[in-house]
């Protein structure tokens, strides 16, 4: 089965994209898959966004704030388009490969605690292929730019399925990168994990469950602690 089959039966057939991955772990394509449409969303995001105005909006509630005029005008100059487009594509791939490498991390010591026999690479290509329906999230931002009538577009908009902005949260306010975090995507991701680790194992549903959901409780519920404790 090639990448593109894989990718349709992860959609229709879950089962049996999971029983090929089991057979033949790789991971180059939807790695590569996942942050190309990232960043190119952000790349054009960055593009066609009112800077000046971005900029007045993204740090109207930070430190900057307490600054004499001419001291806040000199830091904001320092930051131009280029410094936020090329930053926030580094911090992006960076996180990425953060975040694949830590799931792959956790899904291999829980492996080794409950004796399942898949290796690092089988939990890595697990971690990105699971996370193939973050896509929707890179279309529906597509389409929110190409029908935007004003340049002034809030940056949510590169994550237009979280609970943030379905809630309407403003920017700066309590919990904000949790909720931007927690999406329609991440959701149906782990739907396919917990389907993944049912076939891999061959357990019951209750032991595939556990096994996803327990390390993603415990890390969202430590998060949520220190974002409104």
């Not at 394509?29 to 190309?36: D, I, Q």
Request: net charge neutral.
């Amino acid at each position: 089965m090639n990448n593109i089959a894989l990718t349709v039966a992860l959609a229709t057939a879950p089962s049996t994209a999971f029983a090929e991955l089991r057979e033949r772990p790789r991971f180059w394509f939807p790695l590569l898959v996942v942050v190309f449409s990232t960043v190119a969303v952000l790349y054009w995001y960055y593009s066609v966004v009112d800077i000046e105005w971005l900029k007045e909006l993204v740090f109207s509630n930070s430190d900057l704030q307490i600054l004499p005029p001419d001291q806040r005008a000199e830091a904001m100059a320092m930051l131009d388009r280029n410094t936020m487009l090329w930053g926030s594509v580094a911090g992006s791939i960076f996180d990425t490969a953060i975040v694949f490498l830590s799931s792959a991390s956790c899904f291999l010591l829980a492996a080794k605690l409950t004796r399942l026999p898949q290796g690092f690479k089988h939990w890595f290509a697990f971690s990105c292929w699971t996370a193939m329906p973050m896509l929707l999230s890179a279309v529906v931002a597509a389409i929110m730019l190409i029908t935007s009538d004003s340049p002034q577009v809030s940056p949510s908009v590169v994550q237009p399925l979280s609970i943030n902005e379905l809630l309407h949260r403003p920017m700066g306010s309590p919990g904000q990168s949790l909720l931007e975090s927690l999406s329609i995507p991440s959701l149906l991701s782990w739907i396919l994990m917990i389907l993944g680790v049912r076939v891999w194992s061959q357990r019951s549903w209750a032991f595939s469950t556990a096994f996803v959901l327990l390390p993603i409780a415990c890390i969202y519920g430590i998060w949520a602690f220190l974002a409104f404790g």
